[in-house]
């Protein structure tokens, strides 16, 4: 006589159809609800989470020291709010190259590509990331004052889809011009490398003219319109002979750093910037806020954003540090001496 069997999996039972002719050891209430679990299978493994598509709008090349930098400090910013990429996210990155009328098609690319977050570092950026529809949060990367710039609302309720971090740019042009002057007693004439593509450099402009006049200090506006103009426009500020250059911020003049610190060593004419790493390059001296640290910190927005949190509720941060960073090499290549007093307040020191 034939027995039943207990066989190992119910729905082994169901294949082994002489089995089941045989004996029907299966209950319909059973096999329903086997044919749940199978159905299932395929539905738990399409919802699994797929990572978090990131934008990023670079304003420069992508082969640029200054681009490569901002990458490996988002990402280890990332790192840093326990955000893995390949799990977590993918980073998806669009390179203006210092044509700012890109940025709302380099947008549009991004949105394309699915990405719900987009990081930009310059206000052009920002603006093309804000009007993409439907919209996407927006991380703001060591802006010129975004207030006045009118980007967000205000720095505590920046509301709407943006938020991210400011750069103090604003409070920092009395003391450059200090340092200028204590650098290079006889200085008079001030060259200024600016980007009429950013519209917070014509103000800048406007505020370093008002307080050189208070130094006896002749402001000459040195525009940088596109990144291959860069040989020329300091070829025709070396015939104006200025003193000193203090270098605008500005994420596509940034861009260009290694070359700007070597064209202003060539044509003999003190640099001053407000971007700390421009010193280990070359330049002279800087006074301002790390990049890399307000990069770093977009992984916070970024982690923020992906639990839920809304953009606009979020408030913009600025840095809680600024920085001093002079390159003695430098000085001793131009001639100039930097009091001993100076050398003692400096963060850093390149010799």
Request: glycine residues 6%.
């Amino acid at each position: 006589m034939f027995s039943c069997k207990v066989l190992p999996s119910p729905i082994v039972s169901i294949l082994r159809r002489g089995d089941l002719g045989a004996c029907h050891v299966m209950r319909r209430r059973e096999f329903l609800g086997v044919s749940a679990i199978v159905a299932l299978v395929p539905l738990a493994a399409h919802a699994q989470k797929l990572p978090a598509r990131i934008g990023l709008l670079v304003s420069g090349a992508p082969t640029s020291l200054y681009t490569q930098n901002l990458i490996k400090a988002i990402k280890q910013g990332l790192s840093e709010s326990s955000l893995v990429e390949g799990r977590d996210y993918s980073l998806e990155c669009r390179y203006a190259e210092g044509k700012y009328e890109k940025f709302p098609a380099l947008a549009h690319e991004l949105a394309q590509t699915g990405a719900t977050i987009i990081l930009a570092h310059t206000i052009a950026s920002v603006r093309a990331a804000q009007k993409l529809n439907p919209s996407v949060s927006v991380i703001m990367l060591s802006i010129n004052d975004p207030v006045r710039a009118g980007l967000v609302a205000s720095l505590s309720k920046p509301a709407g889809n943006t938020t991210g971090l400011a750069n103090l740019e604003e409070d920092l042009t009395t003391k450059l011009l200090e340092f200028q002057r204590i650098i290079v007693p006889a200085a008079t004439k001030i060259a200024a490398l600016f980007n009429s593509g950013n519209p917070t450099h014509l103000y800048f402009l406007e505020n370093l003219r008002t307080q050189a006049e208070a130094f006896n200090m002749k402001v000459l506006p040195a525009e940088l319109k596109t990144p291959g103009a860069i040989d020329d426009v300091f070829t025709e500020l070396a015939a104006q002979r200025p003193d000193t250059l203090q270098i605008m911020s500005d994420s596509g003049i940034f861009d260009l750093s290694d070359r700007i610190a070597a064209l202003a060593e060539k044509h003999r004419i003190p640099s001053f910037a407000t971007l700390p790493e421009f010193v280990g390059i070359g330049g002279l001296l800087a006074y301002g806020a790390s990049r890399r640290r307000l990069f770093v910190r977009s992984g916070y927005y970024v982690a923020r954003i992906l639990q839920g949190s809304r953009p606009g509720d979020l408030p913009v941060e600025q840095p809680t540090r600024v920085e001093l960073s002079i390159n003695l090499r430098t000085a001793k290549a131009l001639g100039l001496i930097v009091p001993a007093t100076l050398l003692t307040q400096a963060d850093e020191v390149v010799e």
